[in-house]
């Protein structure tokens, strides 16, 4: 069983599209993160939710609590934003649950 | 900028030797974590460390795996006997200056690949 869901795993863009990758997630959680894996295995933490919206420059992450949803947004995406994105939750008793990553590749 | 690093970037082992894998985490970090990935599959949790103990662990970390904090600057994870599913590559990461680790953003090492022949 997965605690959390991604989508889509897969995704291709042209330089400048807005991106959008979606996470559900089934447990009850007190966290919820975003990562992003490099081609080289390298893990990099984007943000941590639990509630509401935080913005870094051109990345966005909403999280809903009451739909057990989180998207990432990506706005003017740019193909060194090729990579994989992670979404994780960490549950009440600290455990992480990932989903499988969506592997999003910008093409110039 | 501090950072998580982890040793060695790559190791090689027989199965049933014991592996241990060091990890220096952010130095006024409370939490720890271990992860790994085995290859092509997504990253899972192993264990977390706070306060000299373990606070969360997995159904992955048995009795084969233990984690250790010797001298307050290293966090080791150590494999007892491995076995061929053991390889993957191993990720620390450290978070947390206050109290209430799972709310803080981790910061991960760039892992330790682990290749169990």
């Known amino acids: 069983k997965n605690e959390v869901e991604q989508s889509p795993q897969n995704l291709t863009a042209q330089e400048g599209e807005f991106i959008t990758i979606n996470c559900s997630y089934s447990v009850g959680i007190s966290a919820l993160h975003w990562l992003q894996q490099h081609p080289g295995g390298g893990i990099v933490s984007l943000f941590m939710l639990s509630s509401g919206k935080k913005k870094h420059g051109r990345l966005i992450a909403t999280i809903n609590i009451q739909e057990k949803h989180s998207s990432l947004h990506i706005t003017a995406s740019h193909p060194r934003d090729s990579a994989v994105y992670i979404c994780a939750v960490a549950n009440t008793g600290n455990q992480f649950y990932f989903g499988t990553g969506t592997s999003l590749t910008v093409i110039p | 900028e501090p950072e998580v690093t982890q040793t060695p970037s790559h190791q090689v082992t027989q199965m049933g030797q014991e592996v241990i894998l060091r990890c220096v985490p952010i130095?006024?970090?409370?939490?720890f974590y271990w992860y790994r990935q085995i290859l092509g599959q997504k990253v899972e949790f192993l264990v977390s460390f706070y306060n000299n103990e373990i606070s969360e662990k997995s159904e992955i970390f048995d009795d084969q795996f233990s984690v250790e904090r010797p001298d307050g600057s290293n966090f080791t994870l150590k494999i007892r006997s491995t076995k061929l599913e053991d390889s993957a590559m191993y990720f620390c990461a450290s978070s947390g200056t206050q109290k209430g680790g799972r709310r803080n953003i981790q910061y991960f090492g760039a892992g330790t690949r682990l290749s169990v022949l």
């Open positions: 130095s006024n970090h409370l939490y």
